[in-house]
C-alpha cells in the first residue's frame, strides 16, 4: 500500500467532505452546509492568509485529511502555523497517515519560513495523542475561550 499526501484539489470535494463530516462527528459537532463550502473554497484560495490543505490517499482513497494556516505572532517576525484539523479514518489508523500529514505541514511551514508550527487536541483523544508525544512537545497552556 502506497501513502501518497498532496495538497487538496477541486475535484477532491466529495472525498474531502466525507472525512471532514467524519471529524466533526468525532468531536460531536457539526456545521452549516454554508461553512462546507466556504471552508472548501479557502482551501482553493491563493491567498496567502487562507487555511490550506492536504489529502492523505492510499490506494485511490482518502484516507486522512489535514488542514493548516499561517498567521503572524508578535515572539515569531516570520509568522508561525497553525494546524488547525487533523483527522484519520478510523480503517486506516496505524498506518502512517497522521505522521505523513503532519510531516508535510512541518515541511509546507519550513518552506514558508515559519518553523513554528502548533496544535490542539482534546485531553481524550488519547489515540492522536499517542502520536502527538512522538512527533511534538507537550507545553503546559491552557486554552480559554470567549463565552458564546
Known sequence: MTLDIRPVGAQDKPQWAQLWYAYLDFYDTSLPLAVYDATFAALLSDDPHAP????????????????????????????????????????SRGMGAGRALISAVYAAADARGAGSVYWLTQDFNATARKLYDKIGEETPFIKYKRPE
Not at 488542514?67 to 516570520?78: A, D, G, I
Open 52 to 91: 490550506c490543505g492536504y489529502l492523505a490517499w492510499q490506494d485511490g482513497q482518502a484516507v486522512g485529511l489535514v488542514h493548516y494556516l499561517f498567521h503572524s505572532h508578535c515572539w515569531h517576525p516570520e509568522g508561525v502555523c497553525y494546524l488547525q484539523d487533523l483527522f484519520t479514518a478510523p480503517e
